[in-house]
């Protein structure tokens, strides 16, 4: 069974930086997106951005300019980099991992901003 990896989640201050990896357990073949969804208490799941095959990206307004993600494609391999974080990012940060067949979840990774 494949699972996708998080990782790089903590607490730090307003202000600060976090950088999150995720990668699938093993070879899934062909990866189309990558991206990263988060959910805060109380609200629904939102997605924050994500990266296709060919490294076109989109970010959802709440994120731009501090946040950027990028994609390794030989090591299968998705990163979040979080700058500039607030206390409104806090969240449980999800990664998906889409082929031609499957979507693939992993299971959070938590990310608190303390003001």
């Known amino acids: 069974q494949v699972q996708v990896v998080e990782s790089g989640g903590g607490l730090v201050q307003a202000g600060g930086s976090l950088r999150l990896p995720c990668a699938p357990s093993?070879?899934?073949?062909?990866?189309?997106?990558m991206g990263w969804y988060r959910q805060a208490p109380g609200k629904q799941r939102e997605l924050v951005a994500d990266?296709?095959?060919?490294?076109?990206?989109w970010y959802a307004d709440s994120v731009k300019g501090r946040f950027t993600i990028s994609r390794d494609n030989i090591n299968n391999t998705v990163y979040l980099q979080m700058n500039s974080l607030k206390p409104e990012d806090t969240a449980l940060y999800y990664c998906?991992?889409?082929?031609?067949?499957?979507?693939?979840w992993g299971q959070g990774t938590q990310v608190t901003v303390s003001s």
């Open positions: 998906t991992v889409k082929t031609l067949w499957s979507d693939y």
């Open positions: 990266i296709s095959s060919v490294g076109i990206a």
């Open positions: 093993r070879n899934i073949g062909r990866i189309n997106a």
